[in-house]
């Protein structure tokens, strides 16, 4: 099966450069490589993040990328690139109504991607499916969330999931959003992604530590709602624990960012200073060395689409302290692979670190069942085997006449 990648502005050579933050860029990059692997034609289509690339570059997995010549040849935050969806879809729909390669159904990721594929669609009669990752809707109803938007955002998410042919969610908290927008629960494909098992593994290198004193590994962006200071303030309840945060800027660009140094004065109020550290950001080939260095792996965010540290920790064999939202309250079975508690919530928090980290049995339990998780249902094999039949549902329905340029 041919398949169109769509990914507006999440280039899937960031993460073959090492350049991605776990987001969608790797997102699109594993899920290309995997179906790639179940014998499939993929192209992805994205814009140009940094002058100088060629018009289409073949990536070693097997998959193509294409890149779009519509606006800056530069990277643009996701807020800039609404005035280009049309320029992007029209693009497409060119090359996919007079060039060689047509494809069989289009995969936008993102709802701008979703905006362009749309347009070209209708101009090509490609099929189309839709991956939000993340939802306005969502990321308005929690305090400190930050979207950035268009205010006609919300619309436009709700338009795209009654005009594409099927949505392909995440998680049980993603469909709850959608039906609230108004799209009917038959156009959705519950469809989790994965995780690469081959870079996240319970074996290879471990980040050094001081064996004599128990880790706890948070990770993930240096912003409010990563609930990292509600991890700092737990760390009260669990003395001679260490706290070791992971992400924002490389070492060097903590002292400046303003974040990181709230969360360093936050933890000197707290009394737990000497017990915090602050990594920076590390190379994605490299996290896994930290999380099998931790005792446990807590994710406290106030909101979750996914929940991709959670899956990575799970991987690496790590048992989990999780807040009880979005698509970590999917992943992590509570009592069974790891501890699920309420967001901004630093008692039950630190009373959780406390227990876990006082029972080594619970931790191995917790581990173990993990593992077997992840093997069973978050693999980018089994993922790629449930789109594929998505796919074939959607490629089967007969497809209007395209319309004329």
């Known amino acids: ?38 014998g499939h034609d993929v192209r992805v289509y994205t814009r140009r993040d940094s ?17 779009v010549p519509a606006g800056p040849a530069h ?4 807020d800039e690139m609404l005035p280009y969806a049309g320029e992007f879809g029209r693009w497409l729909a060119g090359q996919w109504r007079d060039g060689p390669w047509l494809p069989d159904v289009a995969h936008a990721h993102f709802w701008m991607s979703g905006l362009a594929t749309v347009h070209a669609s209708r101009r090509a009669g490609v099929p189309v499916v839709l991956t939000y990752h993340t939802l306005g809707t969502a990321q308005r109803r929690h305090p400190g969330a930050r979207d950035t938007g ?38 959705m494909a519950l469809v989790p992604a994965g995780v690469n098992e081959r870079m996240f593994r319970p074996d290879g290198p471990v980040a050094p530590r001081d064996p004599a004193r128990p880790r706890v590994l948070t990770a993930g962006r240096m912003v409010e709602s990563s609930g990292f200071q509600d991890v ?14 992971v992400g924002g800027p490389p070492a060097g660009g903590l002292p400046a960012d303003g974040f990181a140094r709230r969360l360093t004065a936050l933890s000197r109020s707290c009394g737990v200073a000497d017990r915090v550290k602050l990594i920076g950001a590390v190379p994605r080939e490299k ?68 227990r876990l980290l006082g029972d080594n049995v619970r931790r191995f339990a917790y581990a173990t069942a993990a593992l077997d998780r992840i093997r069973s249902r978050y693999s980018w094999r089994r993922c790629a085997e449930q789109l594929n ?15 004329a340029a």
């Open 75 to 78: 990277l643009l935050p996701g």
């Open 389 to 403: 039949v998505v796919y074939e549902t959607v490629a089967t329905v007969a497809r209007p006449v395209p319309a």
């Open 1 to 38: 099966m041919r398949i169109a990648m769509v990914s507006s502005q999440a280039s899937p050579l960031a993460a073959l450069r090492g350049e991605s933050t776990g987001g969608q860029d790797t997102h699109v990059a594993e899920l290309a490589a995997a179906l790639v692997g179940q």
């Open 232 to 245: 700092v303030r737990a760390m009260s309840a669990a003395p001679g624990a260490e706290c070791v945060v």
């Open 287 to 354: 996290l896994a060395a930290w999380y099998r260095s931790a005792d446990l792996l807590v994710a406290a965010p106030w909101h979750a689409p996914f929940g991709l540290t959670a899956l990575e920790g799970m991987a690496c064999g790590v048992p989990v302290i999780g807040t009880d939202v979005g698509g970590i309250a999917d992943t992590v079975i509570d009592g069974l692979t790891g501890d699920l508690v309420p967001p901004r919530d630093p008692r039950a928090l630190g009373t959780a670190i406390r």
């Open 51 to 67: 002058p100088g690339l060629p018009d289409a570059v073949a990536t070693p997995d097997g998959y193509e990328v294409l890149h």
């Open 150 to 187: 268009p205010p006609g955002r919300i619309g436009y998410e709700r338009a795209l999931g009654r005009a594409v042919d099927l949505v392909v969610v995440q998680g049980q908290d993603e469909i709850g959003e959608l039906i609230r927008l108004g799209v009917p629960r038959s156009r």
